[in-house]
């Protein structure tokens, strides 16, 4: 998001972060929430999906499935019980009913439980692969590699807004290219571009654990010296000094909608906007928005029900 409200892969806990998260220590507590979910059989995973973006906004940062729909942890000081309903009564999906159960979760710190355990190599597109450095590609030797030491922060590509988005830099001319990161994550998106020939990447993000993340990945890659790494929100484009021919968001909707103005100031002419971080639902809204601005759209991708938009700024 990217630490911003999305789910990563299912069936283990992984972490989902909002956008508005406080920097989490090991001596938060937590809430575990049970939610049920009444859904046709066809649309059950849909709406786990859609509900656990949804719920990010409420504060939650880890998910997993249940075979009644989906448990969650959202620690105690950050709840919104208020929005949480809200959000479950504007549910898009009408023909499925959901309610929760809130009881104490166990002491634990499901962040770190992520780092120790890591994720298995990422090749996409068979020219890149992704790893965390103990988990090492074997038969699979792809012409760039990438290594995540993911500390609290979103962005191992093995969520498909990710994939998607590196699969675009795999299709697009980087060399000599200026780069803007937002929301910036592990730093993941320019770190690849760097490594794909851009010349320079500036990213940002609000929070101070994903924007030390991102530095110290950028260095393992050894990378660091032609990025830069911004704490703040896109406010902070305002300080930073010229334009960019490639800008990269992998945020959700709405902080999109909100902020593309805020790219769109930052590109220059010809330069390419790839988004992600949202549902294939949320196309036109974002279509529109780009239209408004002068972007012309120029592909559009689909994993499950995540999609990804790329716009040129003529």
Known sequence: MQRYGKTLKRGRIFPIFSNFADKINNDMKYYEVIFTIEAPEELMQDARDILSALSGEAGFETFEDTPEGVKGYVQQALFDESLLHQLIGEFPLPSCNISFNVDEAEDKDWNEQWEQEGFEPIVVNDRLVIHDGRHLPSDICPQTSIEIDAHLAFGTGTH????????????????????????????????AALKLGASDAVGYDIDEWSADNARHNAVINMVDAKFQSLLGDASILKEVEGTFDVVLANI?????????EAFVE????????????????????????????????KAQQHDGDWACLRFEKI
């Open 252 to 260: 959700n909707r709405n902080i999109l909608l909100n902020d593309m």
């Open 160 to 191: 498909e807004t990710t994939r998607m988005m590196v699969s675009q830099l795999l299709d697009t001319r980087l060399e000599n290219c200026r780069v803007l990161d937002c929301g910036t994550g592990t730093g993941i998106l320019a770190i």
């Open 266 to 297: 930052k590109m220059a002419p010809h330069s390419t906007l790839l988004l992600s971080g949202f549902y294939q639902q949320d196309i036109p809204l974002l279509e529109e928005k780009a239209q408004m601005l002068g972007l012309t759209k």
